[in-house]
């Protein structure tokens, strides 16, 4: 296939823009490069005569309309998106205008493409979205793709709405659609504002590893290659106008996987052993769900799909890799919020 990612330069979709390539596909990336792009995400690909990068924005319906008439895609893979919900507490405007009205641009630009093309049957629009939507779960029950939508925070709610959107625009005009709900993801090339990066790097630096709460909210994770891998089997076989939850099948409270990735660095790094010493909990993130967990069996049953790395194997190679690669963390340091305490706006 011929795909048009957005967000290629973030840490899932530079994963799924490896992925693609290493497979044959040709891949555009379009991205924004704002704060959490890093283009040496996929400097491995980018010599690739199947591999173009366009730099644009999909709030500008302009440049979307420009790139889809220049590469004509079979699919568009959006994963553009404002993603780190402290940042949507302190700042929801940003999350609306990039998830909902950029998801709305994106959809009317490939309504637009798909109609010039003569609306052919294998085009397809693959939306990329969270668990999130679905709201807070109790200590038993799993999220399946029938679970009504409860988003608590700004980041959640805007992606409420766009998934809302990829809906009707598939009801309504017949755009050959495809939704899929995830579960946290961790690997190579995490943006250091997130969780596990936030642990490892605090932990090499000897400084306190911040823990919300009592770090009893619990998460299912879900390696980042593995993801990629469930996105490209949706995307070439995942029924139209279907969703479909993508889970690591891999539950841990928070505490419990800031104490994993603490024994870990203390194989690694002895010398600075324990680094669970480093543990500090701090106030809580407003609105803070407490427990995700993903129903995989659609995608399972329906496409062959299911996770290939354990939890274990998946900090290790996690780990491992921030270790070998100091040039990229280390050059992100410097950028808006790195580092520091967000979501306090509330």
């Not at 400084?207 to 070439?236: K, S």
């Amino acid at each position: 296939m011929k795909i048009l990612v957005t967000g290629g330069a973030g840490f899932i979709g530079s994963a799924v823009v490896r992925l693609a390539v290493a497979r044959g596909h040709e891949v555009i990336n379009l991205d924004a490069l704002t704060y959490a792009a890093c283009l040496d995400n996929v400097a491995s690909v980018a010599q690739s005569n199947l591999y173009t990068f366009e730099r644009g924005d999909i709030r500008d319906r302009a440049t979307l309309d420009a790139i889809l008439s220049r590469h004509a895609p079979d699919a568009i893979l959006h994963l553009a998106a404002e993603s780190h919900v402290d940042r949507s507490i302190d700042g929801p405007g940003a999350f609306i205008e990039t998830n909902v009205t950029g998801t709305y641009n994106l959809l009317e630009a490939a309504r637009s493409h798909w109609d010039a093309l003569g609306r052919p049957d294998d085009f397809r629009f693959h939306h990329v979205s969270t668990d999130e939507v679905f709201g807070t779960l109790g200590p038993e029950g799993l999220f399946t793709e029938d679970t009504p939508y409860a988003p608590n925070s700004p980041y959640s709610a805007s992606k409420a709405a766009s998934d809302h959107l990829v809906r009707a625009w598939h009801e309504t005009y017949g755009l050959p659609t495809l939704l899929t709900n995830c579960s946290n993801n961790y690997g190579p090339f995490h943006f250091p504002e997130k969780l596990i990066p936030v642990v490892i790097l605090k932990a090499l630096g000897g400084e306190p590893i911040p823990v919300y709460g009592t770090g009893e909210n619990v998460r299912d994770w879900l390696f980042v290659e593995d993801h990629a891998d469930a996105l490209l089997c949706v995307l070439a076989k995942g029924q139209v106008g279907r969703s479909y939850n993508i889970g690591g099948h891999n539950e841990l409270q928070n505490i419990e996987l800031v104490r994993l990735l603490c024994g870990l660095l203390d194989e690694r790094r002895p010398d600075a052993a324990p680094h669970a010493d480093l543990i500090t909990f701090v106030p809580d993130r407003p609105g803070h769900d407490m427990r995700y967990a993903i129903d995989a069996s659609r995608i399972q049953a329906e496409l062959g799909w299911s996770p290939s790395v354990t939890v274990e194997e998946g900090l290790a190679k996690t780990v491992d890799w921030f270790l070998d690669n100091p040039q990229w963390w280390r050059a992100l340091q410097d950028r808006d919020g790195v580092g520091q305490r967000l979501g306090t706006g509330a």
